[in-house]
């Protein structure tokens, strides 16, 4: 499978880590990276559904690509899209069908800290990304 850069420097960067504190800390790091959104960014319209937290998505298209954006209130949950937006940016719709998430936070080494609340979220905002994509 050929996976966008990002992603594979998640890997790396995750494969470093012996333990859940550093993985922790980790995720903690890669949500600072996301670019902040606007407050009219942050719009009903834009409100991921089925998220117990509050999550922002908007994907663009760019040149037959999705670029995806995303915030959340919470510091942890902004990691995990962060890891997330790293394995979907770039892929062209019929390549974001494919993406396995729990296959994805499994080889990072997250999948067992993943709540079933948490986990739901996390496929509410892709099943978002795939909507996103399907209507372009």
Request: glycine share 8%.
């Amino acid at each position: 499978m050929n996976l966008p850069a990002a992603a594979r420097e998640a890997l790396e960067a995750f494969a470093q880590c012996p333990g859940w504190e550093q993985r922790a800390r980790l995720l903690l790091q890669w949500g600072e990276r996301l670019e902040p959104l606007s407050d009219a960014e942050r719009r009903p319209a834009n409100l991921v559904q089925g998220c117990e937290s509050q999550v922002w998505l908007l994907g663009e298209q760019r040149d037959g690509r999705w670029h995806f954006r995303a915030g959340s209130d919470a510091r942890l949950l902004r990691g995990l899209l962060a890891v997330l937006l790293a394995r979907v940016d770039g892929l062209a719709a019929a390549e974001l069908q494919g993406v396995d998430l729990a296959d994805w936070f499994a080889r990072l080494g997250l999948s067992r800290q993943l709540s079933p609340s948490r986990s739901n979220g996390l496929n509410a905002v892709l099943q978002r990304m795939r909507e996103l994509a399907a209507q372009a």
